[in-house]
C-alpha cells in the first residue's frame, strides 16, 4: 500500500507541508494517530520535505538512514533512558545537516518521570532541534507536554475509501468488505486482516453461529468453536456488532449498504432471526460483553454468557 499517496491527501499532510515549505518548522510537534504506517508515512514525508525540499529522500526517511535524524525508543517503550538520550545529545551540533530531528514513536508510553524529563527540552529547545512525537492517544500525556508541541492529527480513513484502495490492490474479493469493516478507519489494520486468516475464519464462524444457534442446545457446541478465539474476543465482538448491523439494514430493505456484500443470503437468512428490536436490544448484551474483556474477564465465562443472553433476548422478543 503507498501510505504517502493516502496521506497527501489530508488534512495533517497540508499542516505540516506548510511548516516544511514556509520554513516555518515548530520545535516540536505531536503526530497522533492509531494508525501507525500512516502516522510514519506522514513523518517520513515531512522529514524528507523540510530537508531535501521535496518527499524525493521518502524512502530514507523511513528507515531513518541520515545521522541527524534519531529515532526513539530503543524498545517497546519510551524509557527514562530513552528521554535522557535526547536531554545529553539535543545541544550537540548537528553533523549532516542544518537541523537535527529527534523523532520519539509510542509516546503514549511515557511515564510521568520521562515526561518531565522531557519537558525540559521542550521549554527552551535549541533554535536547530525539532522533537516529533508520535502517539496513538493523548490521554496518557501531562498537559504541560501537550501545551509545548504543536499537535498534528492524523485522521481515519472512510471505510469506503479503504474498500477503493484495497480493491486496487487486492482485487474484487470478499475479504476487503471483511477489511474495511474491521478496521476502524486504519489502513495498516486492514492490511493485516487481507493477510491473515483468522479474521475471515471468525467471520464464517460468526454466521454459522448466528444462523444456526436456535436452542440452548446449540450453546455448548458453538461456545467450543468460539473458545478458539479466546486470545481476540474484542474483535469476535466487533464482528459479531457488524453482522448484526447489517441484518438492521436488511431488515430495513437497504440491502444496497450491507457491508457483507458476499455474504447477502446468509445476512437475509440471519435477519429473519435477529430482526430490528433483537439488534437493539442486544446492544446491551454487546456493552456487557466488552466491558468484562476489558476487565479480563474469564474467555469461556464471557462466550457462555453471550451466547445465553443472545438466545434470551431473542425469545423474548419473540414473546412480545
Do not use: W
Not at 516540536?28 to 518527499?55: H, K, M, P, Q, R
Not at 545529545?89 to 511515557?110: G, I
Amino acid at each position: 500500500m503507498d501510505y504517502r499517496k493516502v496521506v497527501k491527501n489530508s488534512a495533517a499532510y497540508a499542516l505540516m507541508n506548510r511548516d516544511a515549505t514556509g520554513k516555518r518548522i515548530a520545535h516540536a510537534y505531536l503526530v497522533v494517530g492509531e494508525d501507525e504506517e500512516l502516522a510514519n508515512a506522514l513523518i517520513a514525508t515531512f522529514l524528507s520535505e523540510c530537508i531535501f525540499g521535496s518527499d524525493a529522500q521518502y524512502e530514507r526517511m523511513r528507515r531513518f538512514a541520515c545521522a541527524d535524524v534519531i529515532r526513539l525508543p530503543h524498545g517497546d517503550s519510551v524509557l527514562t533512558s530513552d528521554v535522557k538520550e535526547i536531554t545529553d545529545t539535543v545541544y550537540f551540533t548537528p553533523t549532516e545537516l542544518d537541523r537535527k530531528f529527534y523523532v520519539v514513536e509510542k509516546a503514549e508510553t511515557m511515564n510521568v518521570s520521562a515526561q518531565n524529563k522531557l519537558l525540559k527540552v521542550l521549554e527552551e529547545p535549541p533554535a536547530t532541534v525539532t522533537i516529533i512525537l508520535r502517539a496513538s492517544t493523548v490521554k496518557t500525556l501531562l498537559p504541560t507536554v501537550l501545551s509545548r508541541v504543536k499537535r498534528v492529527d492524523v485522521d481515519k480513513v472512510s471505510e469506503e475509501d479503504i474498500v477503493d484502495m484495497l480493491t486496487t490492490q487486492y482485487g474484487e474479493e470478499s475479504k476487503v468488505y471483511l477489511a474495511a469493516a474491521l478496521s476502524s478507519g486504519s489502513i495498516s489494520k486492514a492490511e493485516t486482516v487481507m493477510k491473515e486468516r483468522r479474521h475471515e475464519e471468525m467471520f464464517f464462524t460468526v454466521v454459522s453461529m448466528l444462523k444456526g444457534m436456535k436452542t440452548s442446545r446449540n450453546v455448548l457446541p458453538y461456545s467450543a468453536k468460539l473458545i478458539g478465539y479466546k486470545d481476540n474476543l474484542g474483535e469476535l465482538v466487533d464482528i459479531i456488532e457488524l453482522v448484526l448491523a447489517d441484518c438492521l439494514l436488511a431488515s430495513a430493505g437497504v440491502r444496497d449498504r450491507l457491508r457483507f456484500k458476499s455474504a447477502i443470503k446468509d445476512i437475509i437468512d440471519i435477519s429473519a432471526q435477529y430482526t430490528a428490536s433483537v439488534v437493539v436490544r442486544l446492544r446491551d448484551v454487546l456493552v456487557r460483553a466488552r466491558k468484562r474483556i476489558e476487565g479480563n474477564g474469564n474467555a469461556q465465562s464471557i462466550i457462555d454468557e453471550l451466547l445465553f443472553s443472545m438466545l434470551e433476548v431473542k425469545a423474548k422478543c419473540l414473546k412480545s
